[in-house]
Structures are given as structure tokens and as C-alpha cells.
């Protein structure tokens, strides 16, 4: 997961493979409360990790339920129809998905609860819930805003013969809290009037289709009235398969439609779930097929292609399907002509104001919209020199940040910024690096960013610090230098020039792994080896081979991938990537460098002495610096920092300045 303060998408061009989408939010909540509210066992498969999975895994397991995960299986023993503790506070973070049912759930079983989310949930309204609830003799009351959580739940004195009324034009989670928890008390029918028009549908077919799985056939009269009836008990499907989640699909699927080229040679193939789908933004397929789409699909998955470009815009009531909408947002961009989205008002109590956030960023990048109290109008930027370099604020919301990293595929050829990348973690940890890995574009538009310098000058701390604050990828050259000689010297090749041809060779072939913090060579971990002073000795010898380095290129340059990189090494601004966005050579006094050695290896136990690290270090700068190939030296425009007096973060923010200092944002 990226965890950055943000991330600057470059240009992106076109995309193209298969994706496997994480399980969906909206199923995976309901089936681990429904499993934790039968009796006997039961074991959900392909369950959704994430923000809001786990405030559920946790409530559960504080009121008493035992629940086992291996990867994404969920194994829970049911508590039947009483939690094993009745006194708890639960912390609800802002799972809508979780704290509606929860609440009903807990009110018709009675204890003493508190429930309580972040500030954002303390601004969802809960109140017709509350209203509904208590029409059945539950007590709830308000301890902090009247009609909004936090809550606390007490015992009740259930009266259930009259039919109880739910709104049901604020939130369908409220009519799915009842009809999911109303089984555990249902001795006779019981009968639920929903008053208004029933907004997003979908979900509610979702709630009564999971139902059915766990034994409860809950009787529908059209949209308005709901009956469970008498003797409704839950029964455990004993196992299940969560689906993935059809909302998340639609970033893949507006992915397709924008950028897979109007050849079809390339396409996006989506699995874990197919046109089939039992969830409601499974609908959003139409709506990207109106605006060009091409979408075939089978059993359990999708396969989505460039149809009509420009995209056409479109004038949609998206009612049936309000979260997967704000990716057609997004598409409008690329469309001729204005797109109405319509009857979208849940929007407004959703993780933030949608429709006020949704406006905003879309005029950040030089589009005309009119917003109104439950639609949002989108006409994109005239031409391509209308479009502008954005900073896009995600205001907490994963759709936000989702939606908006199609923007990358602009006309213009400019980056997006996305500010708080990990809010993508509510419903989609690995959102980006999924993204990542079917987008391409050009090298030159892939940033780089060079820090060069002699040896113990900090590079190594320095560049990997930059790289995990940019949520770049990272090359340490000398590493690659390392493991060519740590093989050179296994295979037992002599590692002078007489050697060149072979080493050159053997480099060309390495196979080098980067697992986390791992390096692994032909499957061994070499990473303590290859950090050895000996090993560096012999690095600098073979690096000083010109026909070595050449070896190295391609394998050196097959790091710039998107988003971007930090390379790391004595020639990247020079050789290696000479055309980078931002060069820094580091520079610190000999005897400053030879201290910091010391003190690393005195930290990690190895003997070492200062004067003989110093006379090492002098040797291998004159070495480096008076070879031919590659000569250690600061290319013309690289930006020169001494840290010999500054700490690692102070010349971290001194970098990321310049860096910013070259952005359009
Ligand atoms: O940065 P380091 O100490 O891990 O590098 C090990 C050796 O590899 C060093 O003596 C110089 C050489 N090297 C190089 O010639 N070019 C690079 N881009 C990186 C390292």
C-alpha cells in the first residue's frame, strides 16, 4: 500500500492485462456479521482486507466471537442469538457498512454498548435507524449530537406486532440493518413499511440475496414493504465465496474504455466477477457501454476495450448505482459534450460531501461543472491546453482518490497529483500498485531523480528515504555492482581486465530478485554478503570494466517504471539516466564519510578502525574518480549538497524542495 503523503501520477498513455480485484465491501461486511449471528461455523473465502473489514473483524471479536484468518479466509464460530459480552465499546471508524447493522444487531439483542466512529461517522446521520429501532422498544440514545453517532445501546423491551417504518430515502444501510438483524427476534412476522422512495436498490437485493444464503426468506411487496417472518433463523452456508467488488471494477473498467488504443490489440481483463454480478454497480457496465465501452464477460470475469473515442457523454439517473457513478465523473473528461449525472443525492452523506468534493476537483483540472442538490454536470476542458496540472484532495474518501488517478491519461500530457493515497485502504489497499502494473507510457515521462556522490557520502540512506517518501521505486546501482562481483568471485573468474568478457557476460544474466528488504541472488539471500567492505572492495574493481557497466545498462534502465524513480549510484545523472528531472551530487569531507562508515559498522558489530576506513575510502574515490569508464564526478547540471553538517531529514527536505521546485503543481 502506498503510504505517502501523496502521489504524483505521471502522463499516462495506455494499459493493457488482467487485474484480480479484492472482494467486495458491501458483501464481505454482511457475511461476516450474518456468520457471526448463526449458530455452528461457518467460512467465508475471498473476503475483502481492508479498513472496513477490520472494524468489523474487531467488533465481532470483542463481543466474544472466535474467528480464525489464513490470507483472506475468515473462519467464525456464530454466537447465536446473544453476544458472549454484552458490555463493550466498539470503535467504528467510519465503517457505515458496520456500524448501522451493528446497532441494530445489538439493540434487539440488548447489553450495554457504546458505539463511536471517527469525527467524519459522527457527521453521518444514523437517526432514522434510531427512529425505526426504537418504534420495537429498543433503547438507544444519542451521547453526543442528537440523530448522528456516538450512540449507546441498552437493554429492550421488545413490542413487535405493529409494522415498523424506516426511511428510506437517506440511506439504504438503514432498511439492511433492520432486515438483517430483525431474524433474531422474529417469533412472529415482522413487518417493515419503508416511508419515501427507496434509494440504491441494489443493495438492498444484495442484503436479501446474502439472506437467502444464511436461510432467511425474507417477503417483499414491491419496494415499500418487507416482511420477515415468523421463525426465522439463521443457518450457516458453512462456506461461501465473497465476490469481488463491482464498485472497484469500475475504475478498471473506465480503464479500458479510456486507454487500451482503438487497435483492441490491448485490453483490461478483470477477475472475480463477471456481468452477472449480484451487486448493484455491476450496472455501472451500461453506463460505461453508453459512453463507448467494449465489455464482454463470462463466468467470474470481464474483459473491457476502447470503443467509441472520445467517450459520449452521457445524461444517466444514477440512483442504482451512486458509488460507482463517480467514476463516470471522472470518464466525462474524456467525453464530447456535457454529462448529467442525476439523482444522486446519498452522495452528500456519503465519506465526504461528493458531490461538493467531485465538483471541486474536477474544475482543479480545467473542467466546467455545475452542481446542484442531487446531480453533478461535467463538461471537459475545451481542448488540450485547457486542461490544468492538478493537486487532487481525496478528503478522506477512497472513490476520490480512485476515480481521480484516471486523470493521468489527459491530452495534455500532465502528472495528477493525489494527495493521501492510503485512503484507498477503506476498500482497496493495493489500488495503485494494481493500477501500476497495467498502465504504460513513455520513459521521458517517468520522473527520475539522481543522487550521486562518493562513497559512505549517505546516497544509500538518502535516495531510499526520498523514494519511500515520493512512493517512487528505488535503484541502488551499487548493489547491482555488488552482486556482479560477489558471482564473479563464486563463479571463481579472475576480476581484472583479463576477466572483462566473462564477468560482462555473467552480468548480463544475473538473476536478481528485490523481495522488500531483501536482495536474493539465483534464489539465495545475499543481502548481509553483499553489504560487506570486502564485497564493496571487489566492486570497485569490476566497475572500473567498461564492458561490465555496459552489461548492467538495460537491467539499470528497467527500473524507471511508473510512478517514478530514485536511482542511487555513482553515474545516474551522468550515464545512466542523464536526461532526469532533478540531479544531486552529494558531497562530505573524507573524514566525515570515513565516521559515518564506522559508526555503521561499529553498530552492527564489526571491527573497524577510523584511520584505516579513511585511508580505504581515499583510495577507492581516486580509483573511481580516475577511471575511464564512468568516472566518479558530478554531472554539469546536477544540484551539489555538502551534508557533511546536516542531519539525514534536513537534507531529505532540502531534495524534496528542489523536487517540488521542478513540479507543475
Ligand atoms: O555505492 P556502493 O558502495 O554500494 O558501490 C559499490 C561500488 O560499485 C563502488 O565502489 C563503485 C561502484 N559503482 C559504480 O561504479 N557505479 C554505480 N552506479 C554504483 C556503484
Redesign the pocket.
Known amino acids: 500500500m502506498l503510504s505517502t503523503p501523496f502521489v504524483d501520477l505521471p502522463p499516462l498513455q495506455s494499459a493493457g492485462g488482467t487485474v484480480t480485484l479484492p472482494g467486495s465491501k458491501s458483501i464481505s461486511n454482511r457475511v461476516l456479521l450474518l456468520s457471526a449471528l448463526c449458530q455452528g461455523t461457518t467460512t467465508l473465502h475471498d473476503v475483502l482486507e481492508s479498513d472496513d473489514t477490520r472494524v468489523m473483524l474487531t467488533a465481532l471479536r470483542t463481543l466474544g466471537c472466535s474467528i480464525t484468518q489464513t490470507g483472506n479466509s475468515v473462519t467464525i464460530e456464530g454466537l447465536g442469538s446473544q453476544p458472549t459480552h454484552t458490555q463493550v465499546k466498539l470503535f467504528m471508524g467510519n465503517a457505515g457498512t458496520a456500524i448501522r447493522p451493528l446497532t441494530a444487531a445489538l439493540a434487539l439483542m440488548g447489553g450495554s454498548y457504546e458505539l463511536s466512529g471517527v469525527p467524519r461517522m459522527h457527521e453521518r446521520p444514523i437517526g432514522d435507524l434510531v427512529d425505526a429501532l426504537r418504534q420495537l422498544g429498543c433503547q438507544i440514545d444519542y451521547t453526543g449530537k442528537d440523530g448522528y453517532p456516538p450512540l449507546h445501546i441498552g437493554q429492550p423491551q421488545l413490542k413487535l406486532d405493529a409494522p415498523i417504518q424506516v426511511r428510506g430515502d437517506v440511506s439504504s444501510q438503514f432498511l439492511t440493518a433492520l432486515l438483517m438483524a430483525l431474524p433474531l427476534v422474529a417469533k412472529q412476522d415482522i413487518v417493515i413499511d419503508v416511508v419515501g422512495e427507496l434509494i440504491s436498490r441494489p443493495y438492498i437485493e444484495i442484503t436479501l440475496n446474502l439472506l437467502a444464503r444464511f436461510g432467511i426468506r425474507i417477503q417483499r411487496d414491491g419496494w415499500q414493504r418487507f416482511t420477515v417472518p415468523a421463525n426465522s433463523q439463521y443457518q450457516s452456508p458453512g462456506t461461501l465465496f465473497v465476490e469481488a467488488d463491482a464498485s472497484s471494477a469500475s475504475y478498471f473498467i473506465a480503464l479500458g474504455a479510456i486507454a487500451t488504443g482503438a487497435t483492441a490489440s490491448k485490453t483490461i481483463k478483470i477477475l472475480g466477477l463477471g456481468a452477472d454480478s449480484i451487486q448493484g454497480d455491476i450496472r455501472f457496465i451500461e453506463a460505461a457501454q453508453a459512453m463507448g465501452a467494449k465489455v464482454v464477460s463470462g463466468a467470474n470475469w470481464l474483459e473491457v476495450s476502447q470503443g467509441s473515442w472520445p467517450l459520449k457523454a452521457i445524461d444517466l439517473d444514477c440512483n442504482h448505482i451512486p458509488d460507482a457513478a463517480m467514476t463516470l465523473a471522472v470518464m466525462a473528461l474524456y467525453a464530447k459534450g456535457t454529462t448529467s449525472l442525476r439523482n444522486i443525492a446519498s452522495w452528500r452523506v456519503k465519506e465526504t460531501d461528493r458531490i461538493a468534493a467531485m465538483a471541486c476537483e474536477l474544475r482543479k483540472l480545467g473542467a466546467t461543472v455545475v452542481e446542484g442538490a442531487d446531480f453533478i454536470q461535467v463538461t471537459p476542458p475545451a481542448t488540450a491546453s485547457d486542461w490544468k496540472a492538478a493537486t487532487i484532495h481525496t478528503y478522506d474518501d477512497h472513490r476520490v482518490a480512485m476515480c481521480f488517478a484516471l486523470a493521468a491519461f489527459n491530452p495534455a500530457g500532465l502528472p495528477v497529483r493525489i494527495e493521501d493515497p492510503k485512503c484507498v485502504a477503506k476498500t482497496f489497499p493495493d489500488y495503485f500498485e494494481a493500477l501500476f502494473s497495467l498502465v504504460q507510457t513513455e520513459p521521458q515521462h517517468i520522473p527520475v531523480l539522481c543522487v550521486d556522490g562518493p ?1 559512505a557520502s549517505g546516497k544509500g540512506t538518502l535516495a531510499a528515504q526520498l523514494a519511500s517518501q515520493l512512493g517512487y521505486h528505488l535503484l541502488d ?3 547491482l ?2 552482486i556482479t562481483a560477489l558471482a564473479a568471485s563464486q563463479a571463481g573468474l579472475m576480476l581484472d581486465i583479463s576477466g572483462e568478457a566473462a564477468i560482462a557476460n555473467l552480468a548480463a544474466n544475473l538473476e536478481i530478485e528485490f523481495k522488500d528488504d531483501q536482495i536474493l541472488l539465483s534464489g539465495v539471500d545475499v543481502t548481509a554478503q553483499i553489504r560487506l567492505e570486502a564485497t ?1 572492495m571487489l ?2 574493481q569490476i ?1 572500473a570494466l567498461p564492458k561490465v557497466r555496459e552489461a548492467l545498462v538495460a537491467l539499470q534502465h528497467s527500473f524507471q517504471r511508473v510512478p517514478g524513480l530514485v536511482a542511487d ?4 545523472g551522468t550515464v545512466i539516466f542523464p536526461d532526469a528531472t532533478l540531479k544531486v551530487f552529494l558531497t562530505a569531507s573524507a573524514e566525515q564519510r570515513a565516521q559515518r562508515r564506522y559508526k555503521q559498522l561499529i553498530s552492527k558489530g564489526n571491527a573497524a578502525t577510523l584511520d584505516s576506513l579513511r585511508a580505504d575510502l581515499e583510495a ?1 574515490d581516486a580509483r ?1 574518480m580516475s577511471r575511464s569508464a ?1 568516472p566518479l564526478k558530478p554531472a554539469q547540471d546536477a544540484k551539489l549538497l555538502d551534508n557533511s553538517d546536516l542531519s539525514v531529514d534536513a537534507s531529505v527536505d532540502l531534495v524534496l524542495n528542489w523536487w517540488q521546485s521542478k513540479q507543475p503543481f
Do not use: Q
Open positions: 562513497t546501482s551499487g548493489a555492482y555488488r564493496g566492486a570497485s566497475s549510484g555513482r553515474d545516474m577507492r573511481d564512468s
